[in-house]
């Protein structure tokens, strides 16, 4: 159970606390009825009834605040006009000032005892009751429908703040999930692009190595043992990132220190594709630039990427890759010799949203360009501090 229930469950409810403001209103009515006729015998049932009715009244007062009220009043004229006992002005109708300015009717409440302060004092004055007298009874009159408005308001801003703190705090849960569900999705695709770079660029190797021990097998024997060689070196590879990603799944990332790629993998990603009879130039000029772990990282999964693509569909013989430091920058370009295609037409695959999607983390950005000689991948990744 939350703690906004905890705290619902706590308070009285609205019923109850509208039958207990009725009741106390009537019977504070006729307490006064009963101490001001004293032991009188010939004392009617009349003032009693009508103190019941400023209670009843008030059973509707969350409903019909501003109709309460206005009976209220009119109530209290009805029974001066008959002639009974004095019970006040504003107290048989306090209840109702107080119910019509909690229901945000704070203007209609002041107007209306406006106009029964002013109806008391015109029949006050016209039975010649002195301007003392007159005084006090205004001025206490004036107090008490005031206080009641100024209760009102207070439990009215009471509540207001309560809710606006629930809501605050629905408004904070739903923020928290959000962004746990933002941060698993990134995870997710993290992971996905990782076994996607990893596992593709493995199998595109043994797919190129395979065929080339499948071409050389009883014709250069040599050749097809060094080819399912880079076979067991790749599949090897392919096992140990495989192995680390379900590791990652298995415990907690905020409390396992796993190594981060480094721009070294780029050396050993060209090597591969040597060894898989493409011919590599690659160059890497960062000089004595610091390269963050997360920088590093995405240079090196992006790389892998495109020289993957260039094995798998470029039909290339070679390929440069040029990785160098400017302006605060990791440069990335290769560039292949294969068979290019038209930038307009180019469907990206998984491959290459992954690309834009890693360097786009970062606040880089990958550009591809394809023309009829080959295709070129660009990429800018900012150097900034790890977080």
Not at 194 to 216: F, K, P
């Amino acid at each position: 159970m939350s703690a906004e229930t905890v705290a619902h469950a706590d308070e009285v409810p609205a019923w109850v606390l509208t039958v207990l403001v009725a009741v106390g209103q009537a019977v504070v009515v006729a307490l006064i009825l009963a101490v001001g006729s004293g032991a009188s015998a010939d004392q009617s049932y009349g003032p009693y009834l009508f103190a019941a009715c400023f209670g009843a009244l008030l059973l509707f007062r969350r409903e019909l605040p501003v109709g309460v009220l206005a009976l209220s009043i009119l109530g209290v004229f009805i029974y001066y006009a008959i002639d009974y006992p004095p019970i006040g002005m504003a107290l048989p109708v306090v209840g109702a000032f107080y119910s019509a300015a909690e229901r945000g009717r704070v203007l209609t409440a002041a107007l209306a005892g406006a106009v029964l302060l002013t109806v008391s004092l015109f029949f006050r004055t016209s039975d010649g009751e002195s301007s003392a007298v007159l005084a006090y009874d205004v001025i206490t009159n004036a107090a008490l429908i005031g206080c009641a408005i100024a209760l009102a308001l207070a439990v009215s801003s009471r509540r207001s703040l309560r809710d606006q703190h629930e809501r605050m705090a629905r408004l904070e849960r739903r923020h928290q999930q959000e962004r746990t569900a933002r941060q698993l999705e990134a995870e997710r695709l993290r992971i996905a692009r990782d076994v996607h770079d990893s596992i593709g660029h493995a199998l595109s190797l043994v797919s190129v190595q395979a065929r080339v021990a499948q071409q050389a097998l009883g014709k250069d024997d040599d050749a097809a043992v060094h080819a399912l060689d880079n076979v067991v070196s790749a599949t090897g590879s392919s096992l140990g990132d495989l192995r680390r990603t379900i590791a990652m799944l298995r415990t907690d990332p905020d409390t396992t220190d796993h190594a981060p790629l480094t721009l070294s993998g780029i050396s050993t990603t060209a090597q591969a594709a040597r060894d898989a009879g493409l011919a590599v130039d690659l160059l890497i000029d960062v000089g004595a630039a610091a390269i963050t772990a997360s920088t590093a990282s995405t240079a090196f999964r992006i790389v892998q990427e495109a020289i993957t693509n260039v094995l798998r569909h470029a039909q290339a013989t070679a390929v440069k890759v040029i990785v160098r430091v400017k302006d605060d920058a990791l440069y990335l370009r290769v560039l292949d010799d294969g068979v290019g295609a038209d930038t307009r037409t180019l469907v990206e695959g998984r491959g290459l949203a992954g690309m834009r999607e890693r360097a786009a983390l970062l606040g880089g950005d990958v550009r591809i360009e394809a023309g009829p000689s080959g295709f070129t991948v660009n990429a800018m990744l900012p150097m900034g501090d790890d977080k």
